[in-house]
């Protein structure tokens, strides 16, 4: 049995944190990179409590959903060291709370096990015995008051939530929520108290990873502010499969109760529960919940108190009718008091009951209703804003600001002042409060909003804002990644909160952005398709080195259409190129189509991306044919493989996309249908898998398909899209391994007599299963990401641009024939925003009575 260094003396520890061992080698967490059990969790947080040492000293530590950060959390709880809990995303609030603090030891992230800095051997601070944790109630101002919690507050949050929630040891709840905030804080003390389970991530709800991870580790629970709720909308969640759902819980703001009924009658429908509860960091997290069975019929309650708690009603003079008044609260979950300097962390209980600034009422059924507020505290999209601490902020910078809001935004009232504008305005009030842009609205004034009285006019600042729906203006420049995004995706919702995945981003588009990331962050992030644009940073500290990291599937892009045009130029000859391409491609789709959106989304996702495609080949085929390339009618229209399988000339030259446009359509059918949505959702994996089956039917023609090519038709090269699709799905190393040895015995005897073009493209199948990145250097990053960006536009042009040098230079019509198909990718790209202007041109229309009149000759 794991045993933990005794407890200090003269101070407490935290029981829920003690017992972790108890439960034994039931799985504690479930993260991407695999599980730990109870056992080696407790085990973990023991020699970490050994390593903070025996005296209590104060522990900063960055809030992350990782197991180096909830191990470090749960060491110092368990040894009675007080935790100062910091938001790790923020590391101006890091700065300015290790200024206000002195903390004796500074916890600092790494991948795995994270470094634990010593300052002194002791403590420079005196503790009060009972004082076990430090939250912020500002978000991430870095503002030095702080809400002092004991030991008896964690523990008594923890088992009021569990009973009322009916946690169970087979519960598993997934990290929705930063550490650092008390929500996301209270379920993960809930769920260990309870010995469940947690599935550890940092993932975004928006991402489909995230759902994939969520699915694998039969997750049971959703934490979820009102920001969440809308994320949740638009990935399509009421049509996804959940089979392991059991309850969400909804806190942190304010949910509109037609909202509220909306998700309440989805539950009912798909089998889980809705919670809406109300509390704040000051009451350990919770102070009241609404029970399910009542949800619909009081859609706009908070509940009743948690177990253990009670409310009562203080008469105000601002009070919003009879029987309205100032909500109180008393429980055993309420804090010991404030902390605004490190001499009040010797403080004991300064406070017995909470009062919470909401003005409220009770009904007749005894549930509690919100009706306004008596502070100026907001609590916006989940995060808990105080306006003054932002106007103080500005002052500091010298704008005279007032600022105002509600539930879903900040308004700023800002006089004028050189070299401020709206957009650096609202980017500085959004480092200070991690509010999205979209959230703060900036107006600048020639002079302040004022009462006769002389003092601040708030509702005239809030008469200012714009509709919610309204989009922001001057929010990007050139420097800006939300435009940057906007610009490649050819958007205009983009927020900081999207991702690349999100928006619709395909795999035409994904090198483009990824070359444009590197440029702007110096690296690029891993998994940065599917990250927030919020998260996006360039390092600390850039590296000296140039070294850089190259995706292994835009490595592959790039040296296949390489290979594929030096072999027709004979300058040297690697073929396979294109079957790899189509391995490739299924990769992509998968990665970047098959994300956790609706179905319909989906299918309109596939169709753009299938459009990409299927309009530029059709584009250069009619200019070929204008210029007397050997193309006709089956070409322009993609059909010329399905009408003459075994035409050897010319007409063969656009095999690759035919087969390309036939497989996704084919597959854009399939997915379309309701029950395979489903089926792909519950089995991301298996679904591929199955496909591949299929396609082997043909590849072995085992399905009679008389008069077809071998190796150019799309119905005998689908398994390996299947494949390539299967491939991207493959989360587990047997996963992996089931790919790779499929590909290693379906691949031979493919091209007959060809060995070294079966090596090539298993060569490079399997670097894709098993490297998602190769050693590379940022100008060789730049080449490869235009030639990967550009790869189907130089397939499509090279047939007419390589034979004009041929004769003089091979490698100058390598060359030649590369740079004309990046040049074609960009105007590509650029057309369709000038179509319709273009179309007006007269040139155009004459061209487009010429094409008829060649067609029709």
Not at 403 to 427: F, H, N, S
């Amino acid at each position: 049995m794991t045993l933990l260094p005794a407890p200090p003396v003269g101070g407490h520890t935290l029981p829920l944190a003690r017992g972790l061992a108890l439960h034994g080698d039931r799985t504690a967490l479930v993260t991407a990179e695999g599980v730990v059990s109870y056992g080696e969790l407790a085990r973990r947080v023991a020699d970490t409590a050994r390593r903070l040492g025996p005296g209590r000293r104060l522990v900063l530590l960055p809030g992350a959903n990782t197991v180096g950060a909830l191990v470090v959390h749960l060491a110092a709880l368990s040894a009675g060291h007080p935790v100062l809990l910091v938001p790790g995303d923020h590391p101006e609030a890091v700065a300015a709370l290790t200024a206000a603090y002195d903390p004796d030891v500074v916890v600092h992230p790494g991948t795995d096990e994270w470094r634990i800095e010593e300052r002194r051997s002791g403590s420079a601070h005196d503790f009060h015995p009972d004082l076990a944790l430090l939250l912020s109630t500002s978000g991430s101002t870095g503002s030095p008051k702080l809400v002092r919690l004991s030991y008896d507050n964690l523990q008594a949050n923890a088992e009021s939530i569990a009973t009322y929630l009916g946690i169970r040891d087979a519960d598993r709840a997934a990290t929705t929520l930063p550490m650092h905030y008390c929500y996301g804080l209270s379920v993960v003390h809930s769920h260990l108290l309870r010995g469940a389970g947690l599935v550890l991530t940092e993932l975004s709800v928006a991402d489909a990873c995230f759902w994939d991870l969520f699915r694998t580790a039969r997750g049971s629970a959703l934490a979820g502010v009102p920001y969440t709720f809308d994320l949740l909308d638009r990935v399509g969640f009421a049509e996804m499969d959940l089979p392991h759902l059991r309850y969400i819980t909804q806190a942190g703001g304010r949910l509109a109760p037609e909202r509220v009924a909306h998700y309440a009658a989805l539950g009912q429908r798909r089998g889980w529960d809705l919670f809406v509860m109300y509390g704040q960091t000051e009451a350990t997290a919770r102070m009241a919940y609404l029970p399910p069975k009542l949800v619909a019929a009081r859609p706009g309650a908070i509940g009743v108190p948690v177990p253990g708690g009670s409310f009562h009603l203080e008469p105000v003079e601002e009070a919003l009718g009879e029987g309205v008044g100032e909500l109180v609260y008393s429980g055993p979950n309420v804090m010991l008091g404030y902390a605004r300097t490190p001499g009040d962390l010797a403080l004991g209980r300064t406070v017995d009951t909470l009062r919470t600034g909401d003005l409220a009422r009770r009904t007749d059924e005894g549930l509690y209703e919100i009706v306004g507020r008596r502070s100026r505290f907001l609590k916006i999209l989940g995060l808990r804003i105080d306006p003054q601490q932002i106007e103080a902020m500005l002052e500091r910078n010298e704008l005279s600001a007032l600022c105002a809001g509600d539930d879903e935004r900040l308004t700023l009232a800002v006089v004028r002042k050189p070299g401020w504008d709206e957009r650096r305005i609202r980017r500085r009030v959004v480092d200070e409060c991690g509010l999205p842009a979209r959230a703060v609205h900036v107006h600048l004034l020639p002079d302040l909003p004022r009462l006769p009285s002389g003092k601040p006019d708030y509702q005239a600042v809030r008469a200012l804002d714009r509709p919610v729906d309204q989009p922001l203006a001057g929010d990007a420049d050139g420097d800006d990644l939300c435009a940057l995004y906007a610009r490649i995706l050819d958007r205009t919702d983009v927020t900081p909160d999207s991702t690349f995945v999100g928006l619709g981003g395909d795999s035409l588009s994904y090198v483009e952005m990824s070359l444009h990331l590197e440029q702007r962050l110096g690296h690029l992030p891993a998994s940065w398709h599917t990250t927030p644009i919020r998260a996006l940073r360039a390092p600390e500290r850039r590296p000296p080195s140039r070294r850089r990291a190259l995706e292994t599937s835009v490595a592959l892009r790039a040296v296949a259409i390489v290979c594929i045009v030096a072999s027709h130029v004979r300058l040297f000859e690697i073929r396979g190129g294109a079957h790899l391409l189509l391995a490739v491609a299924g990769f992509n789709f998968a990665r970047f189509l098959l994300t956790s959106a609706e179905r319909r989304e989906r299918v309109r996702r596939t169709a753009r991306s299938i459009a990409r495609v299927a309009l530029p080949c059709m584009a250069w085929t009619a200019f070929a044919i204008l210029i007397g390339a050997d193309y006709d009618l089956s070409n322009l229209l993609l059909l010329h493989n399905a009408l003459f399988p075994q035409d050897m000339g010319p007409g063969l030259h656009l095999w690759f996309v035919e087969a390309l446009v036939y497989i996704l359509l084919a597959t854009l059918a399939l997915l379309a249908v309701p029950a395979v949505d489903r089926a792909e959702r519950r089995f991301p994996y298996g679904l591929p898998l199955a496909l591949v089956a299929l396609g082997l039917l043909t590849r072995y023609e085992l399905v009679g398909l008389p008069d077809r090519s071998q190796i150019t038709d799309a119905v005998t090269v689908f398994w390996l899209f299947a494949l390539g699709w299967a491939a991207a799905k493959a989360r587990t190393t047997p996963h992996r391994l089931l790919v790779t040895v499929a590909a290693l015995t379906t691949v031979p005897g493919f091209f007959p007599g060809e060995p070294r073009r079966e090596a090539y493209v298993l060569i490079g199948f399997v670097l894709l299963v098993w490297f998602p990145t190769l050693p590379s250097h940022h100008r060789v990053n730049q080449v490869a990401g235009l030639l990967a960006a550009s790869s189907l536009s130089i397939y499509l042009t090279h047939w007419q641009i390589y034979p004009i040098l041929d004769d003089i230079s091979e490698p100058l019509s390598l060359v030649t024939a590369l740079l004309f198909g990046i040049g074609y990718a960009k105007a590509a790209d650029r057309l369709p925003r000038k179509l319709p202007a273009l179309l007006r041109l007269p040139v155009l229309r004459t061209g487009w009575l010429g094409l008829r009149r060649k067609l029709s000759g």
